[in-house]
């Protein structure tokens, strides 16, 4: 079936660091979305991408949406604790939604 | 946006037994959707809630097992049938608002025994 391949599975950083993040598919998709998923919560909506080139921000957070319609990118300026979690990239696939696997950011003390 | 609640938060079951998990919405959506989250692991769809109509069900799963009722348009619940450790996952309800933006709740963490 249709896959989001998500990249890294999981980050180790700093705090203060950037953060990329990246998804990509053998298949063209028409939306790409970015969510975050804190320990015991449901999953959020960070960042909704509908154009091919589009470039959108929320806070620290920007994500690409890639020219080839494959791919979607995620950065994370100047990461703090509260940016640990895991971050899903998603895309509508014959009428529903479908997830990537994730990737895991972890902030060293 | 939405603000999605489920309940319960959390349980433990004993294996055999059934549980079912609540979810309301503060506004009318017309698509509602239950996803299962197993331990480490991405979101898979069970299946879309259909008011006034039967649950359409993802590949992998069925309605004896996860019977699921959409009474209204605020409102959905879905049923764990026949328990085993196998189903210990978070259970999520989700609506759509918008162009294919899916809103989640916080989730239902279940746990077999």
């Known amino acids: 079936g249709q896959q989001l391949n998500q990249s890294p599975q999981s980050m180790f950083i700093q705090e203060g660091e950037d953060v990329s993040m990246n998804c990509t598919s053998s298949?063209?998709?028409?939306?790409w979305l970015w969510y975050k998923q804190d320990p015991g919560e449901g999953p959020v909506l960070l960042i909704a991408l509908y154009k091919a080139g589009e470039l959108t921000s929320n806070g620290r957070l920007t994500a690409q949406f890639g020219i080839t319609r494959k791919d979607s990118f995620l950065n994370i300026s100047a990461s703090i604790p509260s940016d640990v979690g895991i971050y899903f990239c998603a895309g509508p696939k014959d009428d529903k939604i479908i997830f990537g696997k994730g990737t895991r950011l972890h902030i060293l003390p | 946006s939405a603000v999605i609640s489920q309940k319960p938060s959390r349980d433990i079951c004993q294996r055999g037994t059934s549980l079912t998990i609540q979810c309301q919405v503060d506004?009318?959506?017309?698509?509602m959707f239950w996803y299962r989250q197993q331990p480490g692991q991405s979101l898979t769809l069970i299946a879309t809630a259909n008011q006034g109509s039967e649950a359409t069900y993802e590949s992998g799963f069925v309605i004896d097992k996860f019977p699921i009722s959409r009474p209204n348009l605020t409102f959905s619940t879905l049923t764990v049938s026949n328990m085993s450790p196998e189903d210990s996952s978070i259970y999520l309800c989700?609506?759509?608002?918008?162009?294919?933006?899916?809103?989640f709740g916080p989730g239902t963490r279940l746990t077999v025994l």
């Open positions: 506004s009318q959506v017309t698509m």
């Open positions: 298949s063209i998709f028409n939306t």
């Open positions: 989700s609506v759509e608002k918008g162009m294919n933006e899916q809103f």
